[in-house]
């Protein structure tokens, strides 16, 4: 048994979960997420809590296990508290701005780089140098901040690039004297 698969889920109180067929709806205060899951998952909604079983022992269905829980899991996370990530530019010039509701990054290219925010995602700038993005989907917001830190992503030499708040790069050492 998935260890974590079989934790139930609590939905919490303004959060309201709707099934259809293998098509899950979940509406908060946030917002509304809708997801098509596995049918290998039966899952069943009694009350406030959710529990998952799967239908047989074989691996892909246990590896759906797991899974399926943690989506469901963040899709009421998401509408309840939602979610962000923060990002720090680190080198000299490098900066960030909005432009209405596009961000525009100046990370040492011959142009500045302009980025529209999809459906669903804000983006803040509370200071030149740190971007925050903010939305009720997991997923989407991963990967909007993933190809805002594409479009320059830390290097080792010097360190300098777009990166995730509190993450470490390793550094390397330079080249050393040439030998005569």
């Known amino acids: 048994m998935s260890r974590i698969g079989r934790k139930a889920i609590t939905i919490p109180s ?3 979960v709707i099934q259809e067929g293998h098509v899950y709806t979940v509406k908060g205060p946030k917002g509304t997420l809708t997801k098509e899951l596995r049918p290998e998952i039966n899952i069943s909604i009694e009350e406030n809590t959710i529990n998952l079983t ?8 246990r590896s759906y296990h797991g899974l399926t829980r943690s989506l469901l899991f963040n899709m009421i996370e998401g509408v309840t508290n939602g979610y962000s ?10 900066r960030a701005a909005l432009k209405g509701k596009k961000l525009a990054l100046t990370v040492g290219k011959s142009h500045p780089v302009e980025m529209e925010p999809w459906e669903g995602i804000e983006i803040e700038v509370p200071a030149p140098t740190k971007i925050t993005i903010k939305g009720i989907d ?4 991963g990967i909007f901040a993933a190809n805002v830190r594409e479009q320059r992503p830390p290097e080792p030499y010097k360190g300098k690039g777009i990166r995730y708040e509190k993450e470490v790069v390793r550094r390397k050492e330079g080249k050393t004297g040439a030998k005569k």
Do not use: A
Request: charged share 35%; hydrophobic share 30%.
């Open 14 to 16: 303004g959060v309201e």
């Open 54 to 61: 799967r239908s047989s022992d074989k691996p892909l269905h």
């Open 85 to 94: 990530k923060n990002l720090e530019m680190v080198g000299v010039g490098y």
């Open 138 to 141: 997991k997923e989407k917001v």
